[in-house]
Every structure is written in C-alpha cells, then in structure tokens.
C-alpha cells in the first residue's frame, strides 16, 4: 500500500518516492543493453538488483522483457534524459565550472562514469538511506567515483544548503546544478523554496539544468492519475506494489522554467518531443501524461539582472 505524500515522509529505495530512482535506473538498463549510442549506464543494472526489488531486478538484467511494462517511450525518454544531462555537466564542466550539484541524485551515477576534468568536485544530495545505499554498493562493486564526490544526505525540503555547506560546498565558486526527475515530487512552494535556494547559492556563471512540466489543462489531471493507475496496475500484476498517483504533488505550480528565468537565469530547452525527433526516435503517441511537452532546461545565471 503507497500512502499519500506527507510533509516529512521518509524513504529507501524499495519504498515510496525512493522506488522511482529504482524504476528510473531500471529503465537506464534496459536503454543502455538496448543501444549505447545515447546512454551507457554500467551501473544501473547493478545497483537495482542491490536494491532487491524482485520485479526491477528482472526488468534491469533482461530477464523479463520490458514489453508492457516499460513501453518504448519511456526507454527512449531515458535515453534522451541521461544524454541531455549528460551533455550539460560535460559542457560546463569543460568550460571550468568546477564545482557540480547533482539534487536528488538518487541511483545516478554520473560522478563514477562521466570523465570529469581533474579537480571537479561533484556533490550528491538525497535522502540518507538513498545516498548511503548508492555509496556503499557502489564501494562494494569496487567502483571508483570519477571525480571528487560528496555527499550530502538530506531532506531536499529542510536545510539542505547547510549540510552541503558542511560537505564542503562553497557558494562563492561558479556550480553546475542538475535537479532531474525531481520537482514533480515536491510540493509547489517546496518547488519554488528549492529554486530559489539554488539561486542564492549560485555565484555568477554558475549553469542549471531541470525539466519544467507545463501546467496541465482542465480535466488532464484525471487522464494522468488515470495512466499512471494504469501503470501501476501492471506493476501490481507482477507483485511491485506501489501507487505512483500517490507519489507526485498534482495541482497548479508555477512552471520551473520561467520561475528560473524571472530569477536571472538565461535558459534554452527543448521539449522530450523534440529531443526524440533530434535523435531520431519514434514519435511520442499522446500518452496522457503529456511527457512529449516536458521541457529539459538549462542555463547560465546571469547576476546583473
Ligand atoms: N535524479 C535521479 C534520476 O534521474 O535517476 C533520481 C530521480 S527519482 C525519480 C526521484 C529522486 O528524488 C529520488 O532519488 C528521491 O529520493 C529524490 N527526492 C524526492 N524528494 C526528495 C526530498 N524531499 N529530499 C531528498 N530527495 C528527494
């Protein structure tokens, strides 16, 4: 039984919010057997099978074709995900921006697979039973971080500029900031809160890259809750139980892009709908949860605004 969403609500990686990191490195595994032109995640599959959910395990190692239950939208969502993020810590990592945020990092392992130039610090934030399993399976598996990894366990909703600070961050230096997957599953003015912080946070120059979610037309908050009970009944089927409706803050928010802009930064995007034409994937059928419309941002904080 997934209960409703709480302030203060806790998680590992099997339950609640922290399961979506599971399902979402599940899908990187089934992305990078399947083709590793745009994604090539070697540690996704093993760190789902570390977390144990049986039904993930068996998507993650090719046992159980994804078929019905991972549809081709969401791989390739997946591939043109990882790749966009990919994409923007290289770049500004290449540029010299040194110092690299990655919120809600959950099972992502780009600080053990990127080639990060010599001397980049990259931090991790994410609840502690999230953080500490990814560090140590990965320390397990005798993977080695290719950069200068911290971490930071902390709720993203308390006072998590403390603990990066105490981790060793230092706001005066330019960051390249990622928050992906994440801002669905806070609540709105958490949303904001967190934007806000990054802001102020941000020496000048410091780049950030998110997904901004449209806010949804009358009636379409149904048609989602709809599709995703129905994904949900196809996990059920194969014993995951989790009700992912119950897991995102549904309702108006203001949208993180021009939230992001109206604080200073100067963004581009594009939407998963473009970024699938660019790549040369197949069209995204309207699925109901509008993922066509998603927008990746990214952009440079511009502090003379
Ligand atoms: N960014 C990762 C990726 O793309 O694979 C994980 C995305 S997963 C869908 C959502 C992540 O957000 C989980 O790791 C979860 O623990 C984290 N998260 C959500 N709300 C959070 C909060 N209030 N504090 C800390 N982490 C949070």
């Known amino acids: 039984m997934t209960s409703t969403r709480q302030d203060g609500d806790t998680w590992d990686l099997a339950s609640s919010v922290g399961a979506t990191a599971t399902m979402a490195a599940a899908v990187r595994a089934i992305a990078t057997r399947a083709d590793r032109s745009l994604i090539d995640d070697p540690f996704a599959e093993p760190l789902v099978r570390a977390v144990g959910v049986e039904l993930l395990t068996r998507l993650a190692t090719g046992e159980l074709p994804p078929g019905e239950l991972v549809g081709q939208v ?75 990894r911290r971490v930071a366990a902390v709720d993203l ?71 995703l009970a129905r994904i949900s009944e196809r996990w059920r089927e194969h014993s995951f139980v989790t009700d992912m409706a119950k897991l995102r803050y549904f309702g108006e928010r203001n949208e993180a892009a021009p939230y992001l802009t109206g604080l200073g930064w100067a963004l581009t995007g594009a939407t998963t709908r473009e970024l699938l034409a660019a790549h040369g994937l197949l069209p995204l059928a309207d699925d109901g949860l509008r993922m066509g419309d998603l927008r990746y941002v990214s952009g440079v904080l511009d502090k003379t605004k």
């Open 74 to 148: 969401a791989i390739d969502g997946a591939k043109v995900r990882t790749k966009f993020y990919d994409e923007f810590f290289l770049d500004a990592a290449n540029a010299g921006i040194a110092q690299v945020v990655i919120l809600a990092s959950g099972l992502d392992s780009r600080a053990y697979r990127l080639p990060w130039p010599a001397g980049t610090v990259v931090y991790e934030v994410d609840q502690p039973p999230v953080v500490e399993f990814k560090t140590r399976t990965l320390a397990e598996l005798g993977a080695e971080p290719t950069a200068d």
């Open 157 to 227: 909703r308390d006072d998590w500029p403390a603990a990066l600070r105490a981790a060793g961050f230092d706001p005066a230096r330019p960051t390249a900031w990622s928050a992906e997957g994440l801002l669905g599953y806070l609540p709105p003015e958490a949303q904001d809160r967190l934007l806000d912080t990054i802001t102020e946070l941000s020496a000048p120059g410091s780049r950030v890259a998110t997904e901004s979610r449209p806010n949804p037309r009358p009636g379409e908050e149904e048609k989602t809750k709809e599709s």
